[in-house]
């Protein structure tokens, strides 16, 4: 038996052209088959462009290939479920961008069909995978920074063009769908458990009715809470502090973790204010779409559990939707 799991991917949107396929091909476990786009020429032009033996001109075609294993999915949000559906009907295992639904009785729909098939599905969040991470994770389980009580994480980017589908409600657009997503997984990730009720500011923009800039509380109970801002149109930025009671984990480049060179963590005990004085935790070059594409794709080969599974997706998805309708309501929603 092979011990490479044969991908095919479905759409030619940026993500995975310029990021998740090159970063998958260099994977243990990975190899890109095939591709398709509903554009015959621009699906052949990624394949062209990338080193992919096959291209298809519709997703049908690619699906029906018998030696596709796996499908990676980063197609717009509102597409998300309904090929998901059909990549597991047709016995693909799946990887689907994040978020991986528009509702959260949408991704109950697709654990079901999950449940029929047997086949792996999850969600794209590669930061659940990176070593940065999960040593965060780990010094929070040691208790080298205290009690965990507080998560202030921000994470934004300018981008006015009303054609981007991140900027186009219909499809799922906006800040908080987008981006708001990954403060609210990693606080989860810290946690270990589920916020019971959220709080939130919601600024839209006016021509285009995405919420464009953000804030939300979380509680997660026994007096522990996480904030976070993300916005589209503010200043690029992103970063993450996590606060207990004895010292803080200043995530340096939560989200967007470079490729191109080490990553770092600053634990600070606060004896020097500005964190000078701040221990520096280094991590070896990798790339987190690498990572990803081998988690899953060992998870498929040994049969074990996926790194995002569809529970943990539905679990965001009832964050994000509390979050959003506490910022139309003004008040406190439960999750």
């Not at 310029?18 to 990975?30: D, E, H, N, T, Y």
């Not at 980063?74 to 990887?95: Q, W």
């Not at 919420?211 to 200043?235: K, N, P, W, Y």
């Not at 606060?270 to 070059?285: C, D, N």
């Amino acid at each position: 038996m092979s011990d490479k799991i044969r991908w095919g991917v479905l759409g030619v949107a940026n993500i995975a052209v310029k990021k998740v396929i090159p970063a998958m091909q260099k994977g243990r476990f990975c190899q890109i088959t095939a591709i398709a786009s509903r554009d015959a020429d621009r699906a052949h032009q990624a394949a062209t462009q990338l080193g992919i033996p096959k291209s298809y001109g519709s997703y049908h075609e690619l699906l029906a290939a018998p030696e596709i294993q796996a499908v990676y999915i980063p197609l717009p949000n509102h597409l998300h479920v309904p090929l998901s559906i059909k990549a597991a009907e047709a016995g693909k295992h799946v990887l689907c961008e994040k978020p991986l639904s528009l509702t959260a009785e949408e991704a109950k729909s697709l654990i079901a069909v999950r449940n029929k098939t047997r086949v792996k599905i999850g969600e794209a969040f590669m930061v659940r995978t990176h070593p940065q991470w999960l040593r965060a994770r780990e010094l929070v389980r040691s208790g080298a920074i205290g009690e965990l009580r507080s998560i202030v994480s921000v994470f934004t980017y300018f981008n006015r063009d009303p054609k981007n589908i991140r900027n186009v409600p219909e499809t799922g657009g906006g800040g908080v769908m987008d981006i708001g997503c990954y403060p609210i997984t990693m606080a989860r990730f810290l946690y270990e458990r589920e916020p019971v009720r959220v709080a939130a500011m919601i600024d839209r923009d006016p021509e285009m009715n995405t919420d464009r800039l953000s804030s939300a509380l979380l509680d997660f109970g026994a007096g522990c809470h996480a904030v976070f801002t993300c916005s589209t149109q503010l200043v690029p930025f992103q970063r993450m502090q996590i606060l207990g009671t004895k010292a803080r984990i200043d995530m340096e480049i939560p989200y967007n973790i470079p490729n191109d060179r080490p990553s770092r963590i600053f634990i600070d005990d606060g004896t020097e204010l500005g964190g000078r004085k701040a221990r520096i935790e280094e991590f070896a070059t990798v790339d987190q779409y690498t990572i990803q594409g081998d988690a899953f794709s060992r998870a498929i080969l040994d049969n074990t559990e996926v790194p995002v599974p569809l529970e943990n997706a539905l679990g965001n998805m009832q964050v994000i939707e509390a979050v959003l309708h506490a910022g139309q309501s003004g008040r406190w929603e439960t999750v």
